[in-house]
C-alpha cells in the first residue's frame, strides 16, 4: 500500500466526526492492505510509531525539502527507512539522521509530508483509534464485530488479530482464547464526578481503594510465572519479589489483575515515581529490590485452574480471587447495595484518601471482565486537583493543528517574583479556545525559535491534574501528572497564579 492512500485516510478521517464514516473509512482502506501492511498502518493511524521515539528534533524536522512530484512510496518502505533512522547511533549520528531524513522527506509528496512530519513529532490525533478501526476491520472482513474485539482483548494486540483476520477471513479468529502466558489487554475505568454519581449509576458495588501504582497481570503455570504491564511488557525479570509471592499462592494455574505499589515503613504509599522508577529500573534488579521494595495488590482473577473466568460476574471472580490470594495482598473494599448504602462509601473514600491513595474504583457486582476496554461497569473516583498557572510559551500545533498555538508552556510563581515551569500540556482545548489563545498569544510573544513561542507571563489558565511526578528536566524538581486545561482566568493576575511552594506543599510524599 502506498503511504498517500495512510495518509488521504487519515485526511478524511480527520475532516468527519461521524462514527459510522470513520469506520467506514477504514473499512476500505482495510480491504484494500496487505495482510503484512496492517502491523504498520494501524498505528500510524492512531499516531504512533512502532519504533516509538526516533531522536529526531526540530532543528531537523523544521528543513524545507522539495516534495516528490508523485507518490512512489509504500507503507512498508517508510517503516524500513524510519527503523533505520532510530538504529543511528554513535559520532555523526545527528548528522546522519538529517541526511536520511531528508530523503525520506524528498520521496514524499506534499500531503505525505504533512503527514509524516505529524507522525514524527505524534501530532496525528484524527480520532482513528482502535475501537474504531476494530470496527473498520469487522466490516472489511464481514467478521462480527463482538468476535473481533473479543480477539483483540486476548491476542493483546490489534495488528496480530487484523493480520490473521485479512490473511485467513474470520475462521481466524478461533485461534485467540485466554492462555496462560499470553498477556491480555487489562479493563479499565471511565470516570465519575463523585461517590454518589458512581454508585448512582451501577447500584449494587464494589467499592476499592485506587492505588498509584503500576498495573501488572501475573500469569503462574507451575512454577513458571511472568509478569506484564498494562502494555503487555514482560517485566517478569524486574520483580522478583512478585515472582516469590505468585509462587506462595494456593492456586498453580492462575491469571491475576492487579498493582504492584511500594509502601513506607508506616505503611503508606511512596510517590508514583518511586514505585516506577523500580518497575522499569532493568539493571542490578537486587539492589534496587532492597531500596525500594514492592508489593502486589490484587483485584481480579481472569482464569484459575485452567477456567477461563472472562464472562463471569464481577462477584463470582472475587470469590476465585479470595480463595487464591490471602487477604493482605488483595485490593482493600467495601461492598455496597446501592443509594441506601451511600455514607458507608463515602466514608470509605475519605478512609482511602487518609491512606494516602489517590480515591476509590467502584465496579458492577454483576459486570463481566471486558478487557481491553474502558467500560462503565468500573468506575474511578478521586479528587481532582486544580492550579491556576501562568502561561510561558507556546508550541505551534500540527496535524489538525496545524497554524494553531497548542502546546502551553506552564509556570507557577517563585519566591523571588519569576515562574518556573512545572510542564506543559495540550489537552483539554476546545476549537474556540486554541483560536482565542492562538490570537492572544501572538499578541503577548517576546521571540520565537524554532516551532516555541516565548510569551510575556501575562495569561492565567485554570489546570486539573491528578499529581506531580520528580523530574530533573524542570527547575522546581517536579512535573504535573496528566495536566489538561480547564479553562482561562482572565479575570485573574500572574501575581494571583499559585506558588511553587503551594503546589509542593500539596503533594509533600513528592518535593525534592
Request: proline letters at 5%.
Amino acid at each position: 500500500m502506498l503511504l498517500t492512500r495512510l495518509a488521504d485516510v487519515s485526511r478524511e478521517v480527520a475532516a468527519t466526526s461521524a462514527r459510522s464514516r470513520k469506520i467506514a473509512l477504514l473499512a476500505e482502506l482495510f480491504r484494500d492492505a496487505e495482510p503484512d501492511d496492517v502491523p504498520i498502518v494501524i498505528p500510524y493511524l492512531a499516531g504512533r510509531l512502532p519504533q516509538g521515539r526516533l531522536g529526531i528534533g526540530w532543528k531537523v524536522l523544521g528543513r524545507q525539502v522539495d516534495p516528490a512530484a508523485e507518490p512512489t512510496l509504500a507503507v512498508r518502505e517508510v517503516d524500513a527507512r524510519l527503523t533505520e533512522i532510530g538504529e543511528v547511533t554513535g559520532t555523526g549520528s545527528q548528522a546522519e539522521r538529517a541526511r536520511l531524513v531528508g530523503e525520506l522527506m524528498g520521496a514524499a509528496t506534499d500531503g505525505e509530508q504533512r503527514f509524516l512530519l505529524g507522525l514524527i513529532t505524534g501530532e496525528v490525533r484524527q480520532g482513528a483509534l482502535d475501537a474504531i478501526a476494530v470496527e473498520g476491520l469487522a466490516q472489511a472482513t464481514g467478521a462480527p464485530g463482538t468476535d473481533v474485539r473479543r480477539a483483540v482483548m486476548l491476542a493483546g494486540s490489534l495488528q496480530t488479530v487484523a493480520q490473521a483476520l485479512l490473511a485467513d477471513g474470520p475462521e481466524a479468529l478461533d485461534r485467540f482464547r485466554l492462555t496462560v502466558g499470553r498477556p491480555v489487554l487489562p479493563m479499565l475505568a471511565h470516570t465519575a464526578s463523585s461517590v454518589t454519581e458512581a454508585v448512582g449509576k451501577l447500584g449494587a458495588c464494589a467499592v476499592e481503594e485506587k492505588l498509584d501504582g503500576i498495573r501488572v497481570q501475573v500469569h503462574r503455570d507451575g512454577d513458571d510465572v511472568r509478569l506484564y504491564t498494562r502494555t503487555l511488557e514482560d517485566i517478569t525479570d524486574r520483580l522478583p519479589e512478585l515472582t516469590s509471592a505468585a509462587l506462595e499462592l494456593r492456586g498453580e494455574r492462575f491469571v491475576l489483575d492487579g498493582e504492584v505499589i511500594a509502601f513506607d515503613e508506616r505503611g503508606r504509599p511512596r510517590s508514583f515515581q518511586e514505585t516506577a522508577g523500580r518497575v522499569g529500573s532493568r539493571v542490578d534488579v537486587a539492589t534496587a529490590a532492597r531500596e525500594v521494595p514492592v508489593s502486589p495488590v490484587f483485584f481480579d482473577a481472569l482464569a484459575v485452574d485452567g477456567r477461563d473466568l472472562l464472562d463471569l460476574p464481577f462477584t463470582a471472580r472475587h470469590a476465585e480471587l479470595a480463595r487464591l490470594v490471602p487477604e493482605p495482598m488483595r485490593v482493600r473494599r467495601t461492598v455496597v447495595s446501592g443509594a441506601g448504602d451511600l455514607p458507608a462509601a463515602e466514608a470509605f473514600l475519605a478512609e482511602t484518601l487518609e491512606r494516602g491513595h489517590e480515591g476509590v474504583v467502584v465496579k458492577a457486582l454483576d459486570a463481566p471482565y471486558s478487557a481491553g476496554r474502558r467500560g462503565a461497569a468500573w468506575l474511578k473516583v478521586k479528587p481532582v486537583h486544580t492550579l491556576d498557572l501562568v502561561v510561558l510559551a507556546a508550541e505551534w500545533g500540527h496535524g489538525r493543528r496545524t497554524g494553531r498555538l497548542s502546546n502551553l508552556h506552564l509556570g507557577a510563581r517563585t519566591a523571588d517574583g519569576g515562574f518556573a515551569m512545572l510542564g506543559k500540556t495540550f489537552k483539554g482545548m476546545t476549537d474556540a479556545m486554541l483560536a482565542w489563545q492562538t490570537e492572544r498569544l501572538q499578541e503577548l510573544a517576546v521571540a520565537s525559535r524554532g516551532h516555541v513561542v516565548t510569551v510575556r507571563p501575562e495569561l492565567v489558565v485554570e489546570i486539573a491534574y491528578d499529581g506531580l511526578q520528580r523530574s530533573s528536566r524542570y527547575p522546581a524538581g517536579v512535573t504535573l501528572r496528566f495536566a489538561r486545561v480547564i479553562r482561562y482566568r482572565v479575570d485573574k493576575s500572574p501575581q494571583e497564579a499559585d506558588t511553587v511552594e503551594t503546589v509542593l506543599a500539596a503533594h509533600p510524599q513528592v518535593a525534592p
